[in-house]
Structures are given as structure tokens and as C-alpha cells.
């Protein structure tokens, strides 16, 4: 099994990155990778041409950084809200139909383009709140980590 997290922006709090490490540990047991690609830069108020643009550039940056023949969730306030077993479910599901490796999609603070959204095999949503991607990225982290632990019958679900 191999979890590939692909995220736009860089985790620059100390209390984000230690997050991201204690969820990361905890997944051990699981090969995980987390990359980051280069949020574009705008300027403060941006034109919607500039946002698209910037956009664009972010989505082919996260679809250039996806590893060959991977199940890819993308997160998305559009997609599917579902509870973490049912993405225990979805997990296990795709592991029995042969991709063990998952990657999962974080956009930057516009969103995302057309083209990423396209590439999803599942549009995953955490709900219509608005969250910044450095804390959606532990949110995830933590989501992926309860998942492993139903789909394992462990105790950690509540």
C-alpha cells in the first residue's frame, strides 16, 4: 500500500509541520510520500484572468507530480461527503480491484482547475466550510489514518 499526498504550498508553521510528522509516523506502516508544489503568486487583488491562470499552472504542476497508475482522490467542496468509514470502504474497494496506490489532490487557496478535477477517480469533500489547505492537509492526514485503522479493525474510530 502506498499513500501519495500531493498538496499546493508549503506547511510554514512549526505547529502544522508537527502535525503533519505525528500523522505521517503514525502511518508508518504504510508507505507515504508528501509533495508539495510551488504555489503561484498573485498579487493582492488578483484580476479572475490572473486566478485562472494561476490555477492552470497549479493543476499541471499536482497532475505532473501524480504517480503512474494511482486511484486519485481529489479534494474538492464540490465532491462527495462521506463518513471515514465509507472512505475505508472506498479505500479497500480499490485495493481489491488492484490500484494499491492512492493519491489524494490538495488545491491551492483558489481551487482547482477543470483538468484536476477530470483526473479524480473520487471527488472527496470534508463538508461546505472553508478551510485553509495547510489545515486541510492535516485533516486529510488524520482522515487517511482513521480509515487504515477500520479498514485494519483496530481501535481508533470513536
Known sequence: M?????AVGKLKEDYWRAAEAEYTKRLQKE???????AEERLPAAPFEA???EAKLKEGDRLLNALPKDCFVFVLD???QNISSEQ???RIAE???????????????????????????DFVLSFGKM???HQLMRIILL??????????????YHK
Open 77 to 79: 467542496g464540490r465532491g
Open 31 to 37: 508507505a507515504i510520500k508528501i509533495i508539495e508544489v
Open 87 to 89: 472512505l475505508a470502504e
Open 130 to 132: 472553508t478551510y485553509p
Open 142 to 155: 488524520e482522515q487517511v489514518y482513521r480509515a487504515y485503522k477500520i479498514k485494519h479493525g483496530e481501535p
Open 94 to 120: 480499490a485495493e481489491l480491484g488492484g490500484r494499491g496506490h492512492f493519491a489524494f489532490i490538495i488545491g491551492g487557496s483558489y481551487g482547482l482547475p477543470p483538468q484536476v478535477l477530470q483526473r479524480a
Open 50 to 52: 490572473q486566478i485562472a
Open 2 to 6: 502506498a499513500i501519495t499526498i500531493i
